[in-house]
C-alpha cells in the first residue's frame, strides 16, 4: 500500500469516528466535560491527518545550489571609483 492509500483509509476511518461522535453527542448531549473532551480529540485527530496529508504532497525544498568559490586576490580598484564609501557619505560633503 501507498502512503497515499494509507492516508485515505485513515481519512475514512476518521470519517467514520466523526460520524459516530455526533450521534454519541446526540445522545448524551454535549454538556459533560467526557463528551467536549471526545469532541475536541476528534477534531484534533482531523487536523493532525490534514497537516500529514499536506506534508506529504508539498514537494521537498530544491537541493541547494553548488557553493561558488570566490577568489582571494583584490578586486580592481577601479569598479569603487564612483562609489561612495558606505555609511560615510560623499567624500567632498560633511557628515550631518
Same mark, same amino acid.
Given at each position: 500500500m501507498s502512503v497515499h492509500d494509507d492516508l485515505t483509509t485513515v481519512q475514512r476511518?476518521?470519517?467514520?469516528l466523526y460520524r459516530s461522535v455526533g450521534r454519541l453527542e446526540k445522545q448524551l448531549g454535549s454538556g459533560g466535560l467526557e463528551m467536549r473532551r471526545v469532541l475536541v480529540d476528534a477534531d484534533h485527530l482531523r487536523e493532525?491527518?490534514?497537516?500529514?496529508?499536506?506534508?506529504?504532497?508539498?514537494?521537498?525544498a530544491p537541493a541547494r545550489p553548488d557553493l561558488v568559490s570566490i577568489p582571494d586576490t583584490?578586486? /580592481?580598484?577601479? @569598479?569603487?571609483?564612483?562609489?561612495? /564609501?558606505?555609511? @560615510?557619505g560623499a567624500r567632498d560633503r560633511r557628515a550631518p
Open positions: 476511518c476518521l470519517d467514520d493532525s491527518v490534514a497537516l500529514l496529508r499536506e506534508a506529504v504532497t508539498t514537494p521537498p583584490p578586486y /580592481d580598484p577601479s @569598479l569603487w571609483i564612483d562609489s561612495d /564609501d558606505e555609511g @560615510l
